[in-house]
């Protein structure tokens, strides 16, 4: 059974950092793609990152670039989100899911597996 569970969400400063972890368990990484998705009250679920396992390639949405990164632990079978130099508009709750095509979709149909989500909350 495949389970995604996101962990590290939390009430940040503007300015402040956070590392989100999605751990994947019923699965191996090697064979997915794992994208990361925030979604605020009131608006649609967006994709903010992906790391694709066939090539290594990383993606981020441009609100995020340069401000976000999305690396791995293969071992752990653990994808993680190190958020830097956030800003009230990061606001949301962040989910976790995994592409079994291994390949980075843009849109949250793309994707087969989700986690339960975790909250951000950046405000002073």
């Known amino acids: 059974q495949v389970q995604l569970v996101e962990s590290g969400g939390g009430l940040v400063q503007p300015g402040g950092s956070l590392r989100l972890s999605c751990a994947g368990s019923g699965f191996t990484l090697d064979y997915y793609a794992i994208g990361w998705f925030r979604q605020a009250p009131g608006k649609e679920r967006e994709g903010v990152s992906c790391?694709?396992?066939?090539?290594?390639?990383?993606f981020y949405a441009d609100s995020v670039k340069g401000r976000f990164t999305i690396s791995s632990n293969n071992a752990k079978n653990t994808v993680y989100l190190q958020m830097n130099s956030l800003i009230p508009e990061d606001t949301a709750v962040y989910y976790c899911?995994?592409?079994?095509?291994?390949?980075?979709?843009?849109?949250?149909?793309?994707?087969?597996?989700w986690g339960q989500g975790t909250q951000v909350a950046v405000s002073s």
């Open positions: 899911a995994a592409e079994k095509g291994r390949v980075c979709g843009e849109a949250p149909f793309e994707y087969d597996y």
């Open positions: 790391i694709s396992f066939s090539d290594g390639d990383t």
